[in-house]
């Protein structure tokens, strides 16, 4: 069975950072793409980005280019998600999700979400 | 960047069919996919690449994607549809892009 936990979200004051984790069981975690997706309180979901499956590729929203980083340890089957220079708009519930196939593009879609983590950014 | 546009709100009978709209500049050249999220719980996906379901998902659930609009179709609706329901696509420009969300209420 496919899980993903993530782990990390909390208080925070704006301005700060914060790193967010994602541990997957259940399949071959090497040979998916990974993305995070939000959702802030009352709102729709927003893509916030995501990797191939060996890292080398990276993809970011335009709202958090430049302040957040992805990265994954294929020996531990996890997923992280730094986030820096965090502001009041960064305020949501941070899902992980599995990307169907080893990268992004036409065919990919999150076919497994975690349950989410939430995080709070104060000013 | 890309963008892809739902109404706010779609009511149906139970037991009728509700549709629910994805537009979006030449849509249908592209892959569209559905998400369902019910209130509290994360999304879980219900159609891919237009009008395939994965498995546990029901026939009732179904997709068309043609134009500028795609749409998802729920046959003889049930009170456990009532979620929000979201489209999304790959852009070249923006990646992933999901639409504004679809709050489904069965009557």
């Known amino acids: 069975e496919v899980q993903l936990l993530e782990s990390g979200g909390g208080l925070i004051q704006s301005g700060g950072s914060l790193r967010l984790s994602c541990a997957a069981s259940?399949?071959?975690?090497?040979?998916?793409?990974m993305s995070w997706v939000r959702q802030a309180p009352g709102k729709g979901l927003e893509w916030v980005s995501g990797l191939n499956y060996n890292g080398d590729t990276t993809y970011y929203a335009d709202s958090v280019k430049g302040r957040f980083i992805v990265s994954r340890d294929n020996s531990k089957d996890t997923v992280s998600l730094r986030m820096n220079s965090l502001r009041v708009e960064d305020t949501a519930v941070y899902y992980c999700?599995?990307?169907?196939?080893?990268?992004?593009?036409?065919?990919?879609?999150?076919?497994?979400w975690g349950q989410g983590t939430l995080v709070a950014v104060s000013s | 960047s890309y963008e892809l546009t739902q109404p706010l709100s779609v009511s149906v009978a139970m037991g009728q069919t509700a549709r629910i709209t994805c537009g979006g500049n030449n849509i249908g050249s592209k892959n569209v996919h559905w998400y369902q999220q019910r209130p509290g719980q994360a999304p879980v996906l219900v159609i891919y690449r237009d009008t395939s379901r994965p498995s546990g998902i029901p026939e009732r659930f179904s997709g068309s994607n043609s134009g500028n609009t795609a749409t998802l179709t729920i046959y003889r609706a049930q009170a456990g549809d009532e979620a929000d329901y979201y489209c999304q696509v790959w852009d070249s420009s923006t990646p992933w892009v999901f639409g504004g969300g679809t709050k489904l209420t069965v009557l």
């Open positions: 999700a599995r990307v169907s196939g080893v990268a992004g593009g036409s065919y990919a879609v999150f076919d497994y």
């Open positions: 259940g399949f071959a975690f090497n040979r998916n793409a």
